[in-house]
């Protein structure tokens, strides 16, 4: 198990990113880099000259909005205390931010099994990426000999320099992003822990990722769950032999189980990680090549 403390962690700005504006971030959890499951959770702090076009990826991403407000165009506004999740296949966008956004994410490597690039592979091949052309507006700009532009998805771009195989999305399983406001859902007492309330916000693909906020009364304690990530959105106490605080986080591997206890009134959030054994004898590539 993995417990780690966003008060205590340092912040990179990202140089060579596929997107336009200011991006700002704090590593708090990372996958195995090239394997289907990968993933990278973060906490990111955007402004308002943030752009990204309309476009999808080969990935799942979960968005839980801290501070500020998004909008994805026609799929809708994410407000602060909002949690969207993006699935592969599914285009979204474009997308604009308010400024000073704080918002915790998890891009993770979704049902297709094609992975998630790390931030590092990001970064680095970005960086090559501009001997050859130019990121411009979420686009990655070449020009050949005739001085014609060619423009593509500057993630797609990114992807297909990495991995040497074309970019082609997953066939989508959701027609639009979900945007989930979490007040409208009841709590609900747990039947196995006393004083622990459950808000159930989703289930989803075929890989089962799930989506739960809990609230734990001071006092009490609440079982983890393996192959989980919990996000302390407030209070305090201790995980294992861990103490927590606000936007501490924890990650528990498969065989992995263990016990939050507070001592203040606790509101966290579960990410169930989708079930992606299936996949880990093949590379995210040759997965992609062979849709």
């Not at 090239?34 to 943030?50: E, V």
């Not at 593509?152 to 040497?164: L, P, R, S």
């Not at 906020?213 to 995980?239: D, E």
Request: proline share 5%; charged share 25%; with cysteine.
């Amino acid at each position: 198990m993995k417990v780690v403390h966003y008060s205590a962690s340092g912040s990179e700005v990202q140089k060579n990113g596929p997107r336009q504006g200011r991006f700002e971030f704090c590593r708090l959890l990372e996958g195995t880099v090239g394997s289907p499951d990968n993933f990278l959770f973060r906490l990111t702090n955007l402004d308002s000259g943030f752009f990204s076009p309309r476009h999808c990826h080969n990935f799942d991403q979960i968005r839980f909005i801290l501070e500020g407000e998004t909008d994805f165009s026609k799929d809708g506004k994410l407000k602060a205390g909002m949690i969207g999740y993006f699935p592969e296949g599914t285009a979204y966008g474009p997308q604009t931010t308010s400024d000073n956004l704080m918002v915790m994410t998890l891009q993770f490597g979704g049902a297709s099994g094609q992975g998630y690039l790390s931030a590092d592979q990001m970064e680095t091949a970005g960086g090559e990426l501009k001997a050859s052309g130019r990121f411009e507006k979420g686009k990655f700009v070449t020009t050949d000999a005739g001085g014609k532009e060619h423009q593509k998805d500057a993630y797609a771009a990114i992807w297909e320099h990495v991995n040497g195989v074309p970019f082609r999305a997953p066939r989508r399983r959701y027609r639009q992003p979900i945007f989930i406001d979490p007040e409208s859902f009841a709590w609900r007492p747990s039947a196995t822990e006393p004083n622990v309330a459950q808000r159930h916000l989703g289930s989803f693909s075929e890989c089962e990722t799930q989506l739960d906020l809990f609230r734990v009364a001071a006092g009490a304690s609440l079982h983890l769950q393996p192959h989980s990530i919990y996000f302390i959105v407030s209070g305090r106490g201790t995980i294992g032999n861990e103490q927590y605080d606000r936007f501490s986080s924890a990650q528990l591997a498969f065989d992995e189980r263990a016990e939050l206890q507070a001592t203040e009134e606790t509101r966290v959030l579960h990410i169930g990680l989708p079930d992606l054994r299936a996949f880990m004898l093949h590379k995210p590539r040759e997965l992609a090549a062979a849709l």
